[in-house]
C-alpha cells in the first residue's frame, strides 16, 4: 500500500506562487516516477508535470517556464513549485505515483488539493 498525502494549496491572486508538496510512505519501494495531474470542473484530468527517479521531467505547454517539478528521492517527495498562476490554472491538484513490482505497474493517488487563483 502506498499512501500519498498532498499539501500546499490554497488561494491566490493571479501572478502569485504556490509550492505543492507530495510525501509517499508505505510500500514505497520501487516507485520510478512521480507527477502531478490536475481536473478543473468540466475538463479531464491532465498531465500537469512528471519527474521520473533518474531526473527527466516532462510539463504540459501550458505550464513550461511557470512550473517546475522537483523530487527529493531519499524522502519520496516531489514538489511543484508554480509561479506567475493565472486563473486557469484553478484546479485540483492531484498528486500521482508509479510503481513497478516484476511485471506489473501500479499507479497511485493522492486525494488532492485546491488551487484557486484569482483574477
Known amino acids: 500500500q502506498v499512501q500519498l498525502v498532498e499539501s500546499g494549496g490554497g488561494l491566490v491572486q493571479a501572478g502569485g506562487s504556490l509550492r505543492l508538496s507530495c510525501a509517499a510512505s508505505?510500500?514505497?519501494?520501487?516507485?520510478?516516477?512521480m507527477g502531478w495531474y490536475r481536473q478543473a470542473p468540466g475538463k479531464q484530468r491532465e498531465l500537469v508535470a512528471q519527474?521520473?527517479?533518474?531526473?527527466?521531467?516532462n510539463y504540459a505547454d501550458s505550464v513550461k517556464g511557470r512550473f517546475t517539478i522537483s523530487r527529493d528521492n531519499a524522502k519520496n517527495t516531489v514538489y511543484l513549485q508554480m509561479n506567475s498562476l493565472k486563473p486557469e490554472d484553478t484546479a485540483v491538484y492531484y498528486c500521482?505515483?508509479?510503481?513497478?513490482?516484476?511485471?506489473?505497474?501500479?499507479?497511485?493517488w493522492g486525494q488532492g488539493t485546491q488551487v484557486t487563483v484569482s483574477s
Open positions: 500521482n505515483a508509479n510503481r513497478q513490482y516484476r511485471s506489473s505497474c501500479f499507479s497511485h
Open positions: 508505505g510500500s514505497i519501494f520501487n516507485i520510478n516516477a
Open positions: 519527474i521520473t527517479s533518474g531526473g527527466s521531467t
